[in-house]
């Protein structure tokens, strides 16, 4: 088995990205949180919806995950990695703080 290094992005950073409109984020957080807010764009993964964005989505596309604070985006962002994504990365604090540092870049209802 081929273990890769899970990739970190700074909030600064992927804001760069978010920006650039360069990326795919991936929101996987319950349901309940991502209703109450979550970055624009970003697809909400869940058990049930997972098998269909891997099969729908190019391997070569940008992914960045994120949770609540950054660590369980580490292992999902490493089981992308082994489903043959090329570039992956967690977005460290998570969207937690990310809300903190941009609130102009999270929907809100």
């Known amino acids: 088995m081929i ?20 990326s795919r984020w991936l929101d996987i957080r ?13 697809v909400h993964i869940d058990n049930d919806s997972l098998q269909a964005f891997v099969d729908a989505t190019a391997k070569d ?4 995950v994120y949770c609540y604070h950054g660590n369980s985006s580490q292992s999902a962002a490493a089981w ?3 489903q043959g994504f090329a570039d992956v990365y967690t977005l460290d604090g998570g969207f937690e703080v990310w ?6 870049k999270t929907t809100t209802p």
């Open 99 to 104: 809300r903190q540092q941009f609130a102009d």
């Open 80 to 82: 992308f990695g082994e």
């Open 3 to 22: 273990v890769k290094m899970i990739k970190h992005i700074s909030p600064a950073d992927a804001a760069t990205r978010f920006d650039a409109g360069d």
């Open 30 to 42: 319950d349901p309940q949180s991502w209703q109450q807010s979550h970055i624009p764009g970003a």
């Open 61 to 64: 596309e940008t992914l960045i």
